[in-house]
Nanobody, 125 residues
Framework: QVQLVESGGGLVQAGGSLKLSCATS????????MGWFRQAPGKEREFVAAITWSGTSTHHADFVRDRFTISRDNAKNSVYLQMNSLKPEDTAVYYC??????????????????WGQGTQVTVSS
């Protein structure tokens, strides 16, 4: 099993920045890729960014490209999401996910088998 714990969410004004962290524990050697997803009230969960555990490949959703950056620190068994130039429409619960069988930065939630509890990000206008 793999455990994921997100942190770093909060309330920020539009144009501000936040850095989300996802700490992993358990069978971390089984992780091939990790991703960040978000879900706003009344909306479906959507892909934000993903990274292979080696860090050699990343993928960002078009709507966050040039504003958000995913990264990882294997020594700390952690993945991060740096969010800059935040907009009110970025308000959502952000979830960290890990895949133990897919080694590409996939946009599909179904390819991730471990999920964190989520961290709330609220951007005020």
């Amino acid at each position: 099993q793999v455990q994921l714990v997100e942190s770093g969410g909060g309330l920020v004004q539009a144009g501000g920045s936040l850095k989300l962290s996802c700490a992993t524990s358990g069978r971390t050697f089984s992780i091939f890729a990790m991703g960040w997803f978000r879900q706003a009230p009344g909306k479906e969960r959507e892909f934000v960014a993903a990274i292979t555990w080696s860090g050699t490949s990343t993928h960002h959703a078009d709507f966050v490209r040039d504003r958000f950056t995913i990264s990882r620190d294997n020594a700390k068994n952690s993945v991060y999401l740096q969010m800059n130039s935040l907009k009110p429409e970025d308000t959502a619960v952000y979830y960290c996910a890990a895949s133990s069988y897919n080694n590409s930065p996939s946009i599909l939630p179904s390819l991730y088998d471990y999920w964190g509890q989520g961290t709330q990000v609220t951007v005020s206008s």
